[in-house]
């Protein structure tokens, strides 16, 4: 069964640094989402994006945020100036179309920020 | 604002028996809903949608059944196997649009042998 695979499985990293989390994702869908669950919460949309480019964000998707498709394969989040609170597992998910459906989500990051 | 939430954060239950999760939306705009399950280190795992054109749809052992009129979501388990232990999130979306899905705080499912 395809699947949605996310590099890396954890990422530590020091506070004001960038880092970049990729997916990638099932081969033919078209849509593609980023969601965050920081401990013991509760699943929050970031951001959504679809023909390069995004359809719609949260308020955390602030300009510390970034997504892109570089090579038409990986999806990457960058965080440019991570801080404490932004220590969460990240997920990535995919659909194949909009509107309804199955969306389909990577084994996640986990974040540390120290 | 938009919020889905769930009424009891856990939920013990002996094998074998049924189980039923339930959740409260806010968004009266919402028309699509969606059970996902998470187990311990991985990512959300759908279970079973329905639309809000729909009051009950069934799958393997599960059923989800939509009340509209009070805004409520419940996910029915039939014979809960310890398989099922995880945690139980619904969540809400709208089917125009990219599907933001707006999660539930969830519910933690365990299974007494």
């Known amino acids: 069964e395809p699947e949605v695979t996310q590099t890396p499985s954890h990422q530590v990293t020091q506070m004001g640094q960038e880092v970049i989390l990729r997916c990638v994702p099932i081969s033919n869908h078209l849509y593609f989402y980023w969601y965050r669950q920081i401990l013991g919460q509760k699943v929050e949309f970031l951001v959504s994006f679809y023909n390069n480019e995004i359809s719609e964000k949260s308020e955390i998707f602030d300009d510390q945020f970034s997504v892109e498709r570089p090579d038409g394969s990986n999806f990457t989040l960058k965080i440019r100036s991570t801080k404490l609170e932004d220590s969460a597992m990240y997920f990535c998910?995919?659909?194949?179309?909009?509107?309804?459906?199955?969306?389909?989500f990577g084994p996640g990051t986990r974040l540390t920020v120290t | 604002g938009e919020s889905v939430g769930l009424h009891l954060p856990t939920l013990s239950v002996q094998e074998g028996d049924n189980s039923i999760i339930n959740c409260a939306y806010s968004?009266?705009?919402?028309?699509?809903f969606i059970w996902y399950k998470q187990e311990s280190g991985k990512g959300p795992q759908f279970i079973i949608d329905?639309?809000?054109?729909?009051d009950k749809r069934q799958g393997q052992r599960v059923t989800v059944l939509l009340n509209k009129t009070v805004k409520h979501l419940s996910l029915q388990i039939a014979a809960t196997q310890p398989g099922d232990s995880a945690v139980y999130f619904c969540?809400?979306?709208?089917?125009?649009?990219?599907?933001?899905?707006?999660f539930g705080q969830g519910t933690r499912l365990t299974i007494n042998p």
């Open positions: 968004n009266s705009a919402s028309d699509y």
């Open positions: 329905i639309r809000s054109n729909m």
């Open positions: 998910a995919t659909n194949l179309r909009a509107g309804w459906g199955e969306q389909y």
């Open positions: 969540a809400e979306s709208k089917i125009q649009g990219a599907q933001k899905l707006v």
